[in-house]
């Protein structure tokens, strides 16, 4: 069982390139999430999907973009990259609404914009 | 105000006492209460989950839960130093389903 895989787990992006981090599941989970944590900080939402076709804004979603076709599934595209980019992405994932359901994380992926 | 506040520390204890770690948040409406543990370079990864007043406990940790007060805390007995890591706090809204993290706490426990 392989969890929340992301890829890549490193990039360097040049100002104005653009690119997807990947995120899957094999949970079968229904709620994903996407966060950025700047270095010492803690993490902040991008986007967050509750199903497929179900995305919505988190708190911070400028330049930045989702969609959720699958359910394993949860892209998150970075157009016009920007140094204030540079950050560590987590992808999570949770199996449903209550209140005793936990998010798990992937392995991150650590993004330079440069 | 944030939503999820913590002391960013760094919070020093040493081994074999017990460490405490605050939080508190802001919606009032929110029902699940998490405490995650990250290593540096690392993925958070959950400690004790918590959504009922009161205390409970897990082995060396006991989350503790004041609705009214809306103040979430963690108790870390008999400290080791594999226990020096950031603790983050995080809230999961109701209605919308989004889970919201504190800034994190930075600890270290002292050999």
């Known amino acids: 069982n392989a969890g929340v895989t992301q890829t890549p787990k490193f990039r360097i992006l040049k100002i104005g390139q653009s690119m997807t981090l990947q995120c899957t599941q094999d949970?079968?989970?229904?709620?994903m999430y996407w966060y950025r944590q700047d270095p010492g900080m803690g993490l902040k939402l991008i986007y967050y999907?509750?199903?497929?076709?179900?995305?919505d804004k988190g708190e911070v979603p400028n330049g930045y973009n989702v969609s959720r076709s699958t359910t394993e599934d949860f892209p998150l595209r970075l157009e016009l990259a920007a140094p204030s980019q540079t950050s560590v992405y987590f992808c999570a994932s949770s199996p449903r609404t209550g209140v005793n359901t936990e998010a798990f994380f992937g392995q991150g992926t650590r993004l330079t914009v440069v | 105000q944030k939503e999820v506040e913590q002391n960013s520390g760094p919070l020093s204890v040493p081994e074999g006492a017990i460490a405490s770690l605050n939080c508190t948040y802001s919606?009032?409406?929110?029902?699940?209460f998490f405490w995650y543990r990250q290593y540096s370079g690392k993925s958070p990864e959950l400690i004790m989950f918590?959504?009922?007043?009161g205390d409970k406990e897990d082995g060396r940790f006991t989350a503790q839960l004041n609705k009214a007060s809306q103040y979430v805390s963690l108790l870390i007995r008999d400290s080791q130093p594999s226990d020096s890591a950031t603790y983050l706090c995080?809230?999961?809204?109701?209605?919308?389903?989004?889970?919201?993290f504190g800034k994190g706490t930075r600890l270290h426990i002292l050999p």
């Open positions: 949970m079968n989970h229904n709620y």
């Open positions: 919606d009032r409406g929110s029902q699940s």
């Open positions: 995080a809230v999961k809204r109701t209605g919308d389903d989004k889970i919201i």
């Open positions: 999907s509750v199903g497929a076709g179900i995305t």
């Open positions: 918590i959504y009922s007043n």
